[in-house]
């Protein structure tokens, strides 16, 4: 089954703690996107990725990174320096510009 | 900077009642819009798309979508919608000709009673 898989589904951390959710996909998509989702805020870009080896940061990067060593894998760090890092994080990918995104399940991350 | 805004935050329903969920968006260029729908438990799909010709897009499970250039808008109908159609609904809107970088409304919960 192709799709996009993000783990782990919960997470608890505690303040200052470094991060990493994961997220794979096996669609063969050029584009990853990390969106993160709050109650009544709907969804917000964090940073996307074209290509391997190269991102750009969304409109709410401060406080977190990533990489993309891997056309199929686009992992996220939340970093201590995210001052509310409590929150729903949501994996993406499509295939080209314009394209519809497909979702993964999501990471609940919740610090403690 | 562009925006999503859609008008209800939550909307309850009897079944077979009709259904509209405004959504506009503020972006002087041309457009592609989306909803995008989230199940209890489930992931983000989407359930139908607008990015050039006939402005009333019909979708999955008896939705459709009517853009008004006018007007800025991109609102969600469904004439009769049934239980399973409770669900977090998403308008989202990307610049044409421009990467894929949709931005996001807030959501509307929509819960339908039997």
């Known amino acids: 089954d192709g799709g996009i898989t993000q783990s782990p589904k919960y997470l608890f951390r505690k303040e200052g703690q470094n991060v990493t959710l994961s997220c794979e996909q096996n669609?063969?998509?050029?584009?990853m996107y990390w969106y993160r989702q709050d109650p009544g805020q709907g969804l917000r870009l964090i940073y996307y990725?074209?290509?391997?080896?190269?991102?750009q940061k969304g409109d709410i990067a401060e406080g977190y990174s990533v990489s993309r060593e891997k056309k199929e894998s686009f992992p996220l760090t939340v970093t201590s320096a995210q001052k509310n890092p409590t929150a729903f994080y949501l994996c993406a990918s499509s295939i080209a510009q314009h394209g519809e995104l497909f979702f993964g399940e999501g990471s609940r991350l919740t610090v403690l | 900077a562009q925006s999503v805004s859609q008008h209800n935050h939550h909307v309850i329903l009897s079944e077979a009642a009709s259904l509209e969920l405004g959504c506009n968006y503020s972006y002087g260029g041309t457009v592609n819009l989306f909803w995008y729908v989230q199940y209890p438990g489930q992931h983000l799909q989407l359930l139908l798309k607008y990015f050039s010709g006939d402005p009333l897009v019909k979708g999955i499970k008896g939705f459709e979508a009517e853009f008004i250039k006018s007007k800025f808008s991109f609102n969600l109908r469904k004439p009769s919608v049934q239980w399973s159609d409770t669900a977090e609904y998403f308008c989202a809107v990307t610049p044409s000709g421009g990467y894929n970088k949709l931005i996001f409304g807030a959501g509307t919960r929509l819960a339908v009673h039997p």
């Open positions: 990725s074209q290509i391997v080896n190269d991102f």
């Open positions: 669609l063969n998509h050029d584009a």
